[in-house]
């Protein structure tokens, strides 16, 4: 079987940051190597920078990326394999998660992830917020609009600052993060739960498939959030919030998240995956290999 894998960092010949583009190259080098190793055949599209790092390897197939217009480019690749199965790793923002799934599903190709319905939901913040407030707990959110910041006894019109309608404003809450994963199909399938770590609001690390004494609930009140959203499916991520014994379901990623580079499982994660989009029911077992992650 031919996966077109693609992941948006090494494959868009974009100026990504340091930082993102590391977490794409954990992320695609993890599915790359179990897909390889589980005897699929993968065909990708990389930037010319990076493309020469992964040409050589049985059963791939590299294109390279030279232009600036990625759909076309895209759309080439697919016009010349015959690709039965895809897997896109990209971000929500400006929409590009949602129009590469989009792609994939007006070709008639086998998507392992969400569909794109899932995507414009989850990938939403304020959406995600509106579906799941009522079934878990999760910090109050106010509408996208434009709003103006003020101190409370400033004068003068002092130290104010206009939010864009492009940002949400949510309640904080002090806590200890962590994310829950899955395999989303006609069950909800749990994989791990994994300890977080930022520094300076950016996410540096953290311990994948961990235990925990509040481990299923946490995994119980991702599940509530996950079934409020239609159309997620393959792997998708929960970021949550531990305060004491209070969850608060903070975020629902429809897609690879970082935290698969630390996942095993029998049969691997690449036939789970493709099972999974087929509509089978899986029977799978999560490796207890406990993963350290920490990104420079």
Sequence with gaps: MNIFLFEYALGSNE???PHILQEGKL???????????NNFKVTTLLSEKYSRYYRGRKNLRVYTHRGSNLMEALEDVLDREEVEGALVIAPESDGILY???RLIEERGILNLGSHSEGVKVGGNKYLTYKRIKDVVKTPKTLPPKRYIVKEIEGCGGSNQRIISEDYIIQEYIEGDPYSTSFIVGKKLYPLSLNRQYYRDGRYIGGE???????????IEE?????RKIEGLKGYVGVDILLKGESVYVLEVNPRITTSVVGI???????QLLVDNAKGKELK?????????????
């Design 264 to 270: 095993y499982t029998t049969p691997p994660l690449s």
């Design 208 to 218: 994948i498939n961990i235990d925990h004494p509040l481990k299923d609930k946490m």
């Design 27 to 37: 992320m695609f080098n993890r599915l790359l190597e179990d897909f390889l190793n």
């Design 222 to 226: 991702s599940m509530k959030a996950l």
């Design 284 to 296: 799978y077992r999560v490796e207890r290999c406990g993963v350290h992650l920490r990104l420079e």
């Design 15 to 17: 100026d990504i940051d």
């Design 99 to 101: 129009r590469l799934t």
